[in-house]
T-cell receptor, first 115, second 109 residues
């Protein structure tokens, strides 16, 4: 089934631990994104990648890192989790180069709680 | 700074029509998107406007006025399944999406 998958679905993590959120898409989209969504706030961009091998910082990148070794995978790593990183994390992808609308399609999300 | 404003919550009756407004101030404009997000789920794409005017797609329509920095999403013949949050997002000059906080729409029988 075409789309975006994220893992895990939810996670409770002790502060200070390292955690990697996984994201895989099979739509061959060149661009991928990581957002966090907190109650009362809009989606905020953490990091993005316009094409395999490149990444960029979004609005709230501190405490997070990403890599884009291939087209399909875009993992997000929290090196040392803090309670303020408790959030719902969404991965998205878009076909940026086609000249179309660059619509972003979202994965189901990972609910992360840092204690 | 960049800013997207939309009402926090709206209530409407099943079968009626509701209009959700969005105003924006961004550095550049490369299109405006509306997404629907049911509780506990991912946002899903509804509509895209880049030119002024009305785009109609079934029961949903989206309007854009670039000179006024204004858009609305119009939902007709409301159904209970339309209860969700509706997110307005603008693509800025760097081709990044700037998101509003979303409007929670409550449909009553």
């Amino acid at each position: 089934i075409a789309g975006i998958t994220q893992a895990p679905t939810s996670q409770i993590l002790a502060a200070g631990r390292r955690m990697t959120l996984r994201c895989t898409q099979d739509m061959r989209h060149n661009a991928m994104y990581w957002y966090r969504q907190d109650l009362g706030l809009g989606l905020r961009l953490i990091h993005y990648s316009n094409t395999a091998g490149t990444t960029g910082k979004g609005e709230v990148p501190d405490g997070y890192s990403v890599s884009r070794a291939n087209t399909d995978d875009f993992p997000l790593t929290l090196a040392s989790a803090v309670p303020s990183q408790t959030s719902v994390y969404f991965c998205a992808s878009s076909d940026k180069a086609s000249g179309g609308t660059d619509t972003q399609y979202f994965g189901p999300g990972t609910r992360l709680t840092v204690l | 700074g960049q800013n997207i404003d939309q009402p926090t919550e709206m209530t409407a009756t099943e079968g009626a029509i509701v209009q959700i407004n969005c105003t924006y101030q961004t550095s550049g404009f490369n299109g405006l998107f509306w997404y629907q997000q049911h509780a506990g789920e991912a946002p899903t794409f509804l509509s895209y406007n880049v030119l002024d005017g009305l785009e109609e797609k079934g029961r949903f329509s989206s309007f854009l006025s670039r000179s006024k920095g204004y858009s609305y999403l119009l939902l007709k013949e409301l159904q209970m399944k339309d209860s969700a949050s509706y997110l307005c997002a603008v693509m800025d000059s760097n081709y990044q999406l700037i998101w509003g906080a979303g409007t929670k729409l409550i449909i009553k029988p």
